[in-house]
């Protein structure tokens, strides 16, 4: 397969890239909520339209009410999210708790994904302890009881947690903490007693939570997929998860890079616009090249991803690697090219900024994929 | 779809009949390369034997034209054959400045019969060219040339000088920026073509920091060029005083090709192969070491999706007509990269000049030779430039 868009996809990418660029701009949506200090930290209204667009079952199958599209289609939107800086749940609920629901019973699917095909529900995916992603530990247990089970443990970093209809949550159903067996997913209702969050805003005005569960009792039926067995959703989630954060770190990046180079053409010092000095000249286009090469890599993971190969994991996190890297040159660039303003808040460079820090971390950033890569490759 | 499936197997099935063991291993050094030529020798039998299976089926230039000694194969056909040549490693059968630079020029400005003498000549590896462009007073600014060919009716005479011309002491024959009208900096240069054993040509090997010389001063004492070598066979490609025009086409290509965008070595991951090497020796890497590692791969992976992006963008025109520019740039500094990471595992064995261990200083020898990857062809602060005035379109540049 040719590593550029079909036709369908390219048509898909104008629309998608027409309508974010009009409802989820920085103005319309990061701003005005981020201003109003809203607790979700993203709109639902975006998200209802969203669904009328049918982004926000893009994975799903058609047979379950879905578009039945792949991960080149779902980064098509990601990265427009990316390029906008739009505050939404689509990672996580489209992408991630999608991923786990697909592998789900009919019954776990018939109570979950009608919700958020109509863009009523929002998901959230408790996955990592610690301050950094490291999902081969999970210590968050769920111990038999009755016909179903008592889950007691804490997950943090745990996006949108709050306003969340459901948690897509990881823990261990036997076993110890680092072992790779043993693990089950539950989906956790929003009201399951026992439950409390924790709202922390973070550096991109994303809201997030600390999430306890505290003997949480769950039926027999919250389990989505093997119990025992969940590690492979869960390997397929983060794959869905990290193949989609690195379409929209691709949109982070292009996005703060065009505002650079457009600023470079109208500013003017010395007499001269600063895009005629050679020291900038030479830094913009490195970050060009950069950014191309890790927009070729990101379709490159998300064809195989598509194709089912065996090489898409190693690919993935290749992709993620490079995007984080790429977009932390783009941000950093940006911010130092615009001087002063680039420092202020009234700019947006410095929002790109906030928010490649935050999707860097999320779900492993270089340093963890770059580690992997190695890993994977034997050595 | 189901074409190119068959197609696939055929190859696979081809190659493994006919590709010999030996030229399944990674082009280490010169000694590997078959290029060609009036003084040509082969290596060993593999390699002859390899060379003469690829000429008979057309896969010395397997997406040329059947009629021009090619294979005729479609962009597609042609990247299955490189994923399968690449999957078990084959070499080249044969390499040469005639396939990668202007054998391309002729196939895109050629005359019919400078494509039918020429362009079967370079695939049947019979003459083996070389790139007159730079001058010592013309690297970057290649524009400014002086060598001078002066018009007398049916033929010029060429003098001037020329450098860095790469194997000019072992090439046949040499495609060489002429400046033809003094007054017109950009149309007044012909892209002319003669034969390296005409009188008045000489050339003076360069010694360069690796202790190889493979280039060369080359002077030109009143070289009588004939404007033609028959019926249809102008002595120029293109037209007279619009060589500037071929020669800007022509960089595109070289820059493609020396980006290793075609995958194979130059873009390979590398940790893994380290890790093996250092513990042959009994040595470990540093962590600090291998962290480099892995971010060099994460890197060099990605330029090979690039690399793959580039090449199928190229085939329908979706790519930027830049950005070779961009690739020559990433793919060279990447292989300055790699040659640092290698040396760095080696530790002092990759030190040595000249011992039988090292095969005579491959090593060594090998990372100098990368530091030359951003300078030949375009150096990386120029592709830099273009890259900032073609594609950003940015103000001055
Ligand atoms: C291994 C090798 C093989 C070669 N083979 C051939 C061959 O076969 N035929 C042939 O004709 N030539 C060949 N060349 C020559 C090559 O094309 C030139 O070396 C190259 O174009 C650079 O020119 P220069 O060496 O004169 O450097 P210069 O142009 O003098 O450059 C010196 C430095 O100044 C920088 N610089 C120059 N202009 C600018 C600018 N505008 N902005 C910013 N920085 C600038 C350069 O990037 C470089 O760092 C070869 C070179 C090498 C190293």
Redesign the interface.
């Known amino acids: 397969m040719?590593?550029?868009h079909n036709d369908d996809q390219a048509m898909l990418a104008d629309t998608a890239r027409g309508f974010i660029a009009e409802e989820g701009n920085i103005a319309k949506q990061l701003r005005h909520w981020r201003d109003r200090d809203c607790k979700d930290g993203f709109g639902h209204g975006l998200w209802k339209q969203m669904a009328e667009m049918g982004f926000t079952g893009m994975l799903v199958s058609e047979a379950d009410g879905g578009l039945g599209m792949g991960h080149v289609e779902a980064g098509i939107v990601l990265e427009e999210i990316g390029r906008n800086l739009t505050p939404s749940p689509f990672l996580t609920s489209s992408v991630l708790a999608a991923t786990a629901l697909n592998h789900g019973s009919d019954d776990i699917k018939g109570r979950y994904l009608p919700g958020l095909i109509a863009g009523d529900h929002v998901f959230a995916v408790a996955i990592d302890e610690t301050a950094k992603h490291r999902p081969s530990r999970i210590a968050t247990r769920a111990e038999k009881s009755g016909n179903g089970f008592r889950l007691t443990g804490s997950k943090s970093f745990v996006i949108q947690g709050s306003s969340a209809d459901m948690i897509v949550v990881a823990a261990r159903t036997s076993g110890a903490d680092d072992d790779a067996d043993g693990i089950t997913l539950f989906a956790v209702p929003k009201d399951a007693s026992g439950m409390s969050h924790d709202a922390v805003r973070l550096v991109d005005t994303s809201m997030a939570t600390h999430t306890k569960f505290d003997g949480v009792e769950l039926d027999g039926d919250a389990v989505i997929g093997e119990i025992d067995g969940g590690r492979a959703v869960l390997d397929a989630m983060l794959l869905a998860g990290r193949v989609g954060a690195a379409a929209e770190g691709v949109g982070v990046a292009s996005g703060a890079m065009d505002m650079t180079?457009d600023y470079?053409?109208q500013r003017k010092q010395f007499g001269?616009?600063i895009?005629?000095f050679?020291a900038l000249?030479?830094r913009?286009?490195?970050l060009?090249?950069e950014v191309?090469?890790?927009r070729?890599?990101t379709?490159?993971a998300q064809q195989l991803l598509d194709a089912g190969s065996q090489q898409a994991d190693?690919?993935a996190s290749?992709?993620k690697?490079?995007v984080a890297?790429t977009a932390r040159l783009a941000v950093q660039e940006g911010v130092q090219m615009h001087g002063g303003i680039g420092m202020t808040d009234e700019y947006d460079i410095g929002l790109y900024m906030k928010r490649d820090r935050a999707l860097a971390e999320f779900l492993g950033d270089?340093?963890f994929?770059?580690?992997r890569?190695?890993e994977l490759?034997?050595? | 779809m189901a074409d190119l499936e068959t197609f696939r197997s055929e190859t696979r099935a081809w190659l493994e009949a006919n590709c010999p063991a030996e030229m399944r291993e990674p082009v280490r050094d010169e000694d590997d390369i078959y290029w060609g030529g009036r003084r040509a020798t082969f290596k060993n039998d593999a390699q002859k034997a390899w060379f003469e299976a690829c000429l008979a089926k057309g896969y010395t230039v397997p997406a040329w034209p059947k009629e021009y000694g090619g294979a005729g194969l479609s962009p597609e056909q042609a990247k299955v054959l490189r994923e399968e040549m690449g999957r078990i490693s084959a070499r080249p059968p044969l390499s040469s400045f005639g396939i990668w630079m202007l054998g391309p020029a002729l196939l895109h400005f050629g005359t019919e019969g400078q494509k039918q003498r020429f362009l079967n000549e370079i695939a049947r590896g019979e003459i083996r060219w070389c790139q007159g462009y730079s001058e010592p007073g013309s690297g970057s600014d290649l524009v400014s040339l002086q060598t001078y060919g002066d018009d007398q009716g049916d033929h010029w005479i060429v003098n001037g000088q020329k450098v860095w011309t790469s194997y000019a002491d072992q090439a046949d024959w040499i495609f060489c920026l002429v400046r033809t009208d003094k007054t017109d900096k950009y149309k007044g240069i012909t892209f002319m073509l003669y034969d390296m054993a005409s009188e008045g040509v000489s050339t003076k090997p360069i010694l360069l920091i690796s202790g190889n010389s493979p280039f060369c001063e080359t002077f030109f004492d009143n070289v009588k060029v004939p404007k033609s070598y028959g019926d249809d066979c102008p002595a120029y490609v293109g037209q007279v005083n619009r060589g500037w025009d071929v020669a800007k086409y022509l960089l595109g290509h070289e820059r493609e090709m020396i980006s290793g965008a075609g995958g194979g070595d130059r873009t390979a991951?590398i940790?893994?192969a380290?890790?093996r090497a250092s513990a042959r020796t009994g040595d470990d890497?540093d962590p600090v070491l291998?962290?480099e590692?892995?971010?060099f791969?994460?890197?060099a992976?990605?330029?090979t999706?690039?690399g793959?992006?580039?090449l199928?963008?190229i085939?329908?025109g979706?790519a930027h007509p830049a950005?070779p520019n961009?690739m020559k740039?990433?793919g060279t500094e990447l292989n300055k990269r790699r040659h640092e990471l290698m040396m760095a595992v080696g530790g002092s064995r990759s030190l040595e000049w000249d011992s039988e261990d090292t095969g005579g200083g491959k090593p060594a020898r090998g990372w100098l030779r990368t530091k030359a990857n951003s300078i030949e062809g375009g150096t990386s602060?120029v592709?830099?430039?273009v890259?900032?005035k073609r594609?950003?379109?940015?103000?001055?540049?």
């Open positions: 040719p590593l550029y180079v470079l053409k001269k616009l895009g005629e050679q000249q030479h913009a286009s490195h060009y090249s191309e090469i890790a070729a890599v379709i490159k190693l690919m290749v992709a690697a490079k890297k270089a340093y994929h770059a580690n890569v190695a490759s034997g050595y | 991951a940790g893994a380290m890790k890497v291998r962290a590692l892995a971010m791969d994460v890197d992976l990605a330029y999706a690039m793959e992006k580039f199928d963008e085939k329908v979706k950005q961009m740039y990433v602060e592709m830099l430039n890259i900032a594609i950003l379109d940015l103000p001055g540049a």
